[in-house]
Every structure is written in C-alpha cells, then in structure tokens.
Nanobody, 115 residues
Framework: QVQLVESGGGLVQPGGSLRLSCAASGSVFRSNVMGWYRQAPGKEREPLAYIGSSGSTNYRDSVKGRFTISRDNAKNTVYLQMNSLKPEDTAVYYC?????????WGQGTQVTVSS
C-alpha cells in the first residue's frame, strides 16, 4: 500500500514562488524514483521532474531553471520548489512514486498563477 499526500498549492501572482510537498507512506522507500506531474484543464497530464534514489534529477524543458525537485529521505518527503511562476503553470500538480514497476499517485494540489 502506497499513500502520497501533496500540499502547498494555492494562488500566486505571476513571478511568484510556491513550494509543493509530497509526503509518502506505506511501501515507499528511499530507493524509489519519485516525481511531479501536472494537468491543466483540457490537457493531458505531463511529467515535470523526477528524482532518483541518489538524488539525480531530470526536468521537463519548460520548467528547467525555474523548478527544483528535492527529497528528504528521513521524512519520506519530496518537494517541488517553483520559482518565476507563469499563468501557463496553472494546473493540478500530482506527486508520483514508482514502486514495483507501478506508478502511484497522490490526490493532487491546485496551483493557480494569476494577477
């Protein structure tokens, strides 16, 4: 059983910052790859960033240099620091964990970038 709970979303002005958190419990270990996706209205869910057990990271081109993924293995938590936010970043953001070859998902947290 894997549980993922996201938090930290909200309303922010263009150019602002937010930090999302994803608390993992159950069968999620520091060896698991974890990541963040987002889904805007009327669009498909898209991957944003992944982080491996060693801390290696991979980012979608559109968020490189603005978003940073990190993890605290002691707390079983993954973070997504988002800077220089744009209106097109508005979406529901989901945390995912790759466990046993399967992707598990949180319930999502809404991020709205608007003036």
């Amino acid at each position: 059983q894997v549980q993922l709970v996201e938090s930290g979303g909200g309303l922010v002005q263009p150019g602002g910052s937010l930090r999302l958190s994803c608390a993992a419990s159950g069968s999620v270990f520091r060896s698991n790859v974890m990541g963040w996706y987002r889904q805007a209205p009327g669009k498909e869910r898209e991957p944003l960033a992944y982080i491996g057990s060693s801390g290696s990271t991979n980012y979608r081109d559109s968020v490189k240099g603005r978003f940073t993924i990190s993890r605290d293995n002691a707390k079983n938590t993954v973070y997504l620091q988002m800077n220089s936010l744009k209106p097109e970043d508005t979406a529901v953001y989901y945390c995912t964990a790759l466990v046993g070859g399967m992707n598990y998902w949180g319930q999502g947290t809404q991020v709205t970038v608007s003036s």
